[in-house]
Structures are given as C-alpha cells and as structure tokens.
C-alpha cells in the first residue's frame, strides 16, 4: 500500500516528523522488507499519482514541506540565475517546483517513468525549463559533468552508507559546483526521541540515517566539501539539509 512509503503525514503523530525521512518500509532494525525496493516501488502509477497527497496534504505534511523547501532555498541561495540544475531523483517534481520559482533550469531525472509523468504534468507552466528523463542515478557516473548543481532529495535513507557513498558520488560526478541533499541524522538526541516513540508504541524510524561521522564519511568520499547544514525541524525532526560544493 501507498502509506509503506517513508512518510505517510496522514497518520503521522508530533513525535512522529522523523518518518519524513525515513522510509516506514523497513524493519526496526533497519533492513528492506523482502519485497520492496525504491527503484522499483514508485513505478507503480497508483503510488506516482498518491504520493503529493499521501505526505504533503495534512496539516503536519504541508508544515514540513514548507520548511523543506525554504531549506532547500537556502541551500542554493548563492548560485547564479538561469543555472542548469540536476534534480536527481525528481520523483513528482516536490523540489524541482522550488528550484524552477528561483529562476533555475532543471533536468528531473528519475527511475520510475510514473513519477515523471507526475512531475511533467506539475510543472508544464515551466515549460523547456523544466526537462525529464528516465535513468538510474548510478548511471551518472559514467557521464560528463553536465549540471552546474544538483539536488539529491529523499533517497540516500533507502540504502545502507555504501550505497548512498555509490548514489550520490554518481550525482558528483555530473556536476560541476554545488550539491544539495538530505539525510537523517543519527544523533544522541534523535536516538533518545526514538527510544521514547517506540516506547509509545509508534513505529520505530527505519532505514538508513547516518551518524555525525557517516555524514562525514559520506561527503569526503562523494568527493564533496559541506559548506552549511540546515536542520528542517530541530526538536522533531532527524531531516537535515547538507549545502556542499564539489572538491577541488
Ligand atoms: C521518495 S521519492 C523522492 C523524490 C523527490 N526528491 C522528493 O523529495 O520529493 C524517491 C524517488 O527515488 C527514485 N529512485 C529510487 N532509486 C533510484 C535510482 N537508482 N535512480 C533514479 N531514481 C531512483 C524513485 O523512483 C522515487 O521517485
């Protein structure tokens, strides 16, 4: 069902925001359920067409979404007008909306066609400068750079850190200056709060967040320099917006 996926704001309680991030398809300990992987869940059409609604429609929902982005404003305040900016994966356009209002280009790219069609259909008053395309994002790795900046939303939690190091320094390896992604972070104070929602019988966060030291682990070796951090919802919230530019 729709609301396997990580953030089904619908039933989603205060001490709850963490599932933002982090995807409700997982054991508690952290692991895939057998049948369900993110390359392949969101090409169904049913799940493309529910996803906006499913988490970004309650009360809660619209609330983080609106922080999110104005994160992800800030994330790309310094870059140019009119740069050409890859948003990988694009899903249903959420993020690329927000890069496209500031003036940007954007090629969506994306593994399941349904989330394009989505996206395509959101976005046509953006008309050329809003692009798609069907890939795999660990296909970058064996293109040029080609963007001079790119997004990388909501995925890195679906896979265990050698995975997000692979994904991510795929979307590095196209991009020539600036890369924006998100993550939950693992820290003392979010293990607790967890500890206190399992207590209360809510759904253990699963998935992949990564500690302090991941964060780092994964940026040196994505072959990126962080350059600012921000956290969407501090109290409630493990998402956190890494701002970074590609090393020297
Ligand atoms: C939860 S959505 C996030 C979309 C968007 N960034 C956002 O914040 O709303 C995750 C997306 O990752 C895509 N995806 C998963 N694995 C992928 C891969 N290997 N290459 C490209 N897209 C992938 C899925 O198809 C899905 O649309």
Avoid at 111 to 139: C, H, W
Wanted: glycine share 6%.
């Amino acid at each position: 069902m729709a609301g396997t996926d990580e953030s089904d704001t619908a039933k989603r309680t205060v001490l709850g925001w963490d599932s933002d991030m982090n995807s409700q398809n997982s054991t508690a300990g952290g692991r895939y359920k057998k049948n369900w992987t993110p390359s392949e869940h969101y090409k169904d059409t049913k799940i493309a067409e529910q996803y906006d609604k499913e988490r970004f429609s309650s009360v809660s929902g619209k609330v983080f979404d609106r922080l999110e982005k104005a994160a992800i404003r800030r994330a790309f305040r310094d870059l140019p007008a009119d740069s050409l900016i890859l948003d990988a994966p694009s899903g249903t356009g959420r993020l690329a909306e927000t890069l496209l209002e500031m003036g940007h280009r954007v090629v969506g790219l994306d593994i399941s066609p349904a989330m394009l069609t989505v996206a395509q259909r959101k976005l046509a008053r953006f008309g050329e400068r809003y692009q798609t395309r069907v890939a795999d994002v660990n296909d970058l790795a064996l293109e040029p750079k080609q963007f001079d900046a790119a997004l990388c939303a909501r995925v890195l939690m679906h896979f265990p850190i050698e995975e997000q190091i692979a994904f991510l320094s795929a979307v590095c390896h196209a991009t020539r200056r600036t890369v924006v992604f998100n993550q939950s972070l693992d820290t003392t104070y979010q293990r607790l709060r967890r500890q206190v929602k399992r207590m209360l019988g809510n759904q253990a966060p699963a998935s992949f967040p990564i500690t302090p030291a991941e964060a780092r682990r994964l940026i040196q070796e994505a072959g990126l320099i962080e350059q600012a951090r921000y956290h969407v919802l501090p109290l409630v919230s493990e998402a956190t917006v890494f701002a970074c530019r590609i090393g020297d």
